[in-house]
């Protein structure tokens, strides 16, 4: 038997769509090209099959969500890793969270900062460059037109360059609108 996944973890759970995911076989050209472009480059997941059903929007967001989380120079994949979860936490995207959350604690190779972050968010005794970027995320997220200048300058205080808060700003809002796919399309699961 299968249970809803409710607290942040960074153990994969399974994501169980509520709309049946495409089968690769009954796949248009259409569909299949734009396939051809996955987020991590490396398998074709349901959540994926389930967007392949409105073929021009996936033929962005793949793209975009590749340029946004992989692209060279700026922020690093790791603190765009933080950016995610930052978003994922706000949100309440189990699923996100922990997709990104071990995305992180893989690059890094270290499970402090995550365990940190889930067991106390903002006020996480982490490195202040890794602390701002997360204050940074959660604040964008539960409110974007309240990130003001001072928000700036305290990512410039803790050492980023303008293509990195740039790059912070990306990732964050790409999961503000992940988080809420993922929300309305299927849930987090153990099975």
């Not at 495409?22 to 734009?34: C, F, G, T, V």
């Not at 890094?108 to 204050?135: C, H, M, N, W």
């Amino acid at each position: 038997m299968s249970e809803i996944v409710h607290d942040l973890t960074t153990d994969i759970p399974v994501w169980r769509s509520y709309v049946t995911p495409l089968k690769l076989a009954d796949a248009s050209a259409e569909q299949l090209e734009a396939l051809k472009v996955t987020p991590s480059n490396t398998k074709v997941s349901d959540y994926v099959l389930v967007l392949a059903h409105d073929v021009e929007t996936l033929t962005h967001r793949s793209p975009l969500f590749n340029g946004v989380m992989y692209n060279s120079g700026g922020l690093s994949r790791a603190e765009r890793e933080i950016g995610a979860v930052g978003a994922s936490i706000v949100n309440r995207c189990v699923y996100c969270a922990a997709v990104h959350a071990s995305r992180y604690n893989q690059l890094t190779k270290s499970t402090d900062v995550i365990a940190s972050i889930f067991a106390d968010g903002v006020d996480a005794e982490i490195e202040p460059r890794l602390k701002a970027i997360l204050k940074f995320a959660v604040k964008l997220s539960k409110c974007p037109s309240e990130a003001s200048a001072d928000d700036m300058a305290a990512l410039v205080e803790a050492g980023l360059g303008k293509e990195e808060i740039l790059d912070l700003i990306l990732s964050t809002s790409l999961f503000g609108w992940a988080n809420r796919l993922m929300h309305t399309l299927g849930e987090p699961i153990r099975e």
